[in-house]
């Protein structure tokens, strides 16, 4: 499966005019690692059949189910909230592989890195989201592993009531696509 002919078309059909031009743009920049297994080891992310699912088959299952979360709830797609939420979602493994997507195994901090990668292009995000909406984005990008998370802080318990509820909702859909929890359109 093309899964990241998929992702391009729902976030066509969901994002901003201008979010999507963005999206595309970054999309031409970023390490090709959207075939690419979720789990270098093979020994986690196991769907039931016992394979590992691609960067891009995870990323679409959570796209998908976030798209149909906010339909569900009456939230609006096509604006910058949704926005936000898509490119945390889309961005948030963008890393896994290193920064050229050449390395053997996954890195465990690609956390940090791509939410480090979107803060340094803050002013380029900013041009289509407000300054409190980026936070939201580069903080779900950055803790989407919840307590495995690389910055959570090693002195106190992690707690997701110090954290924005975006940020809970991109790791939960992280949780279910890696324990094979999501359905989506594709049928194989």
Not at 23 to 35: E, R, Y
Not at 44 to 61: F, I
Not at 126 to 136: G, K, N, S, Y
Not at 139 to 158: A, I, L, Q, Y
Request: glycine letters at 4%; proline letters at 2%.
């Amino acid at each position: 499966m093309e899964y990241r002919g998929k992702i391009t078309e729902l976030l066509e059909a969901n994002m901003t005019e201008r979010g999507f031009k963005l999206w595309k743009g970054i999309d031409s920049m970023i390490p090709d690692t959207w075939n690419k297994l979720t789990a270098s080891t093979k020994k986690y992310h196991k769907k039931l059949n016992g394979d590992v699912a691609t960067n891009g088959e995870h990323v679409y299952e959570m796209l998908f189910s976030a798209v149909k979360i906010y339909r569900l709830f009456g939230f609006k797609v096509k604006t910058s909230e949704c926005d936000k939420i898509l490119f945390a979602l889309s961005l948030h493994d963008i890393l896994k592989y290193g920064k050229m997507g050449d390395r053997r195994h996954t890195d465990v901090k690609h956390d940090r890195e791509a939410a480090d990668l979107v803060s340094v292009n803050k002013s380029t995000f900013l041009e289509i989201l407000t300054e409190e909406q980026f936070e939201i984005m580069e903080e779900s990008m950055r803790f989407h592993s919840g307590r495995w998370s690389t910055d959570v802080p090693k002195n106190k318990p992690f707690s997701f009531k110090d954290y924005n509820p975006e940020t809970l909702f991109v790791h939960i859909l992280d949780m279910m696509s890696t324990q094979d929890l999501i359905q989506t359109d594709v049928r194989q």
